[in-house]
Nanobody, 121 residues
Framework: QVQLVESGGDLVQAGGSLRLSCAAS????????MAWYRQSPGKQRELVAH???????YYADSVKGRFTISRDNAKNTVFLQMNSLRPEDTGVYYC???????????????WGQGTAVTVSS
């Protein structure tokens, strides 16, 4: 069994910063890509950023230059540093990890339960 637990969501004023964390635990052989998605009110879930196991990163255009994704492979944890937050960054942020649970096995997507970020104007 694999679990992803996010933390760090909060209410913050525009221009402020937050740091989200997501820790994966359980029966894990290896973790490939780790990513953050968000679902804003009335919108579909969208990819915010991802990071591969070798450290390559991708950012949505809307967060480039403001958000930074990083990971601690030893702790199976991914972080999202969010600076210069805007009201449109409001939403529930979900962590996703692509995980292999046994050697030679398939890769599966696992999701966290989400952490809420609210940015007030």
């Amino acid at each position: 069994q694999v679990q992803l637990v996010e933390s760090g969501g909060d209410l913050v004023q525009a221009g402020g910063s937050l740091r989200l964390s997501c820790a994966a635990s359980g029966s894990i052989f290896s973790i490939n890509t780790m990513a953050w998605y968000r679902q804003s009110p009335g919108k579909q879930r969208e990819l915010v950023a991802h990071i591969t196991n070798t450290g390559s990163t991708y950012y949505a255009d809307s967060v480039k230059g403001r958000f930074t994704i990083s990971r601690d492979n030893a702790k199976n944890t991914v972080f999202l540093q969010m600076n210069s937050l805007r009201p449109e960054d409001t939403g529930v942020y979900y962590c996703k990890a692509v995980i292999k649970v046994v050697y030679g096995g398939l890769l599966y997507d696992y999701w966290g339960q989400g952490t809420a970020v609210t940015v007030s104007s």
